[in-house]
């Protein structure tokens, strides 16, 4: 790991209220974006280890700031967490696709999340492949099935 810095992309400023506190309190340093477009700014010009966003996020019109991130080669060693809501196969499916290293369902609740967090942050931070095939179930990704 080259950085212990985790950005949060939060457009919803309820959707995870503690997390920051929680993520600072554990030691990680983190770094609050309010939308994709500033997030992206973030990333490109800073060490980021970790990023954590809701899956649908768009930066724009009509990309999604998870795949942007996710399928960049200039950004493979940036880790992925894509959360969302609603818990859907799909969802989880699409967060593979894109080129996340971790999805997590938001009302699991706030323990869960750090687990996945500090599991992303301890492993070694190798480059993405800038191609996923869909794979099996249960294929790695970390977080909820």
Known sequence: MYSNTILLVQSHADAL?????RLEDKGYTVVEAADA???MDIVNRSE???VVTELYVRLGTSRCLARVIGKSPALRRTKLLAYTAHGKRADRDWALRIGADGYVISRS????FLSVVDHLMEAPSLPRRTARRARKPNNGLRGEN
Not at 109 to 112: A, K, L, Q, V
Request: aromatic fraction near 0%.
């Open 37 to 39: 477009t500033t997030a």
């Open 17 to 21: 209220p503690h997390l920051r506190i």
């Open 109 to 112: 609740g706030e323990d869960r």
């Open 48 to 50: 980021i280890a970790l």
